[in-house]
């Protein structure tokens, strides 16, 4: 798999700021966001150089081929996931505003006194602060499936007693940003509409990692973002099964998304156009379209193999080291590339510092996930997240470093 680093322009450059070429720089934060590959940055500058004009609006030729290329892009994203039609794909900024956009336009439309909304405990804020404003506005309750503190799992007994026919929105986190556990959102979605509660899955995390089908998964709602998986920031899609797209009110107005307008009213535009107000975003959607090409040419099974070699590695490394701790599974086929822990006596935001003066770059904090921390009485973890870019080399060489994290920190053990 580390052949595929020299597609990355990023391992090659060098920062004049500080005179450290990146190809020194172990890069162990892609749970944040993504390294870009030539591809993508080329088609967009492909886009932008010879068929840049706003899609959707003109009658030339220039126009037509813009929208050909940002259509094509949806139809890409929707094979992706494996959506019935590419209609079920609408563009959004990121996995948070699709949230966001199911919230508003789903949620606060239909939710009530004596509803439920129910998420996990693990949820990126993205997929909490909604629900707690629909449910502050609407009168409804927001309950909060709980895992095991050792395992990260989600016990059936544990969703059978939260989902209920109270329950009219499910919304959770496919993979987690803390843990790295992969939820069963399968069986959850059919405890869901065993109830006739809508599902809402957030797929930030796992589209990079693994393959998604929506139709098997059975949800509802998917979102996911493009900068986790090579593409651009800015840019990300929410699935919907076009029955409920068509019953929702767009969540923002203006521009394309109007189909008809009157001094009196307005009607909207045909699914999903409805949902894109305003000139869409269309070179980021065809690097996103290129990023995803580029993951599907590597093939989804061999990342999720290197994910997971290389995640074990550094599990076992770590399981050698006294006074560092792992937070959450064990097992490195749980992790999803994915490893927190903490070290005895040295604060996150240290290990994070003294890390980044030995070039290696790991996220610390609260993970956009605070009530999971205060779940498991961790106010702050480091994280290290891995992909198909990262070599055993550097695995090892991270190792060696947090091995001395306390004797930097003055600890004599």
Known sequence: ???????????????????????????????????????????????????????LRGLYSLSERATLAYENARETVAKFINAKESSEIVFTRNASESLNLVAYSWGLNRLQKGDEVCVTIMEHHSNIVPWQMVCKKTGAKLVFLECDKETGEISRQEIESKINSNTKIVSVVHVSNVLGITNPVKEIAQIAHKNGAIMIVDGAQSTPHMKVDVQDIDADFFAMSAHKLCGPMGIGALYGKRALLEEMEPFLRGGEMIEYVTKETATWAEVPHKFEAGTVSAGDAVGMAAAIRYIQSIGLENIEEHDRQLTERMLNGIKKIPHINIIGPKEAAKRCGIVTFTVDGVHPHDIASLLSEEHIAIRAGHHCAQPLGQYLGQTATARASLYFYNTEEEVDVFLEKIAKLREWSGYKD
């Open 1 to 55: 798999m580390n052949k595929y680093r020299k597609d990355f322009p990023f391992f090659k450059a060098i920062d004049e700021k500080s005179s450290v070429e990146n190809k020194d720089l172990i890069y162990f934060d892609t749970a944040a966001t993504a390294q870009r590959p030539f591809i993508v940055l080329n088609a967009m500058t492909h886009f932008y150089a010879t068929e840049n004009a706003n899609p």
